[in-house]
């Protein structure tokens, strides 16, 4: 089985530096060849603020444009989730697209690429907490671009050096867990994991 990977871009605002940054995790996992990745632009995904009349964990959504959110993520065996980091947090827009679904994300793997002027840790440190909730088994290792110091005049991504061994890491970690996880689902397939019920 190829294990799929999806990489989600977090940031949507026009002139955003997010795309430098997901291309070049895109391309740096591509060459790895175990596995297939994909780029996931919320830019590409509109959504409303959320407007689930049951929440997500309860049961399926009325809206086509949630159901249509859902079916793009639910192929993936892992995610690595690209954000920036906003007056020290997590975009809204993230937060927003991460709500919308539910079973989709439970026991799946994810890892952590941020960027701000201080690296962005500020961000990963809320998704950490959401991801566990959601049942997304998040790797420890992460990627921290400084927009000051890896991009020229704030908007040419020029990483430097060492974020391309961290990159490995990183998908290392969620390749392998991943795995281990995609054979727990099949093995499970129908039971509840300990998560909300839910019926899609
Ligand atoms: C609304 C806003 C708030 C920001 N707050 C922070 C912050 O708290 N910490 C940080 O390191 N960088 C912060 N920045 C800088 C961004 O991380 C940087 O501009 C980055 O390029 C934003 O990602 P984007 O270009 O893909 O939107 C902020 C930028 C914006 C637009």
Redesign the pocket.
Known sequence: MTLRIGIILG???P?????Q?ARWVLDSASRRGDAEFELIDLHDHPLPHLDEPVAPMHGPSPHAHTRAWAARIAPFDGYVIVT??????M?GVLKNAIDHVFAEWADKAVGFVS??????G?AVTQLRTVCATLGLADVSRAVEIS?LTD?EN?TAFTPREQHAAALTMLLDQLIAWSGALASLRSATEGADHGHVAVAR
């Not at 002139?15 to 795309?19: A, D, F, I, V």
């Not at 920036?84 to 947090?89: A, D, I, L, S, V």
């Not at 960027?115 to 962005?120: F, L, N, R």
């Open positions: 940031s949507t605002r002139h955003r530096n997010g795309p940054v920036p980091e906003y007056n020290g947090g975009p960027y701000g002027a201080g690296g962005g500020r927009v991009f704030y």
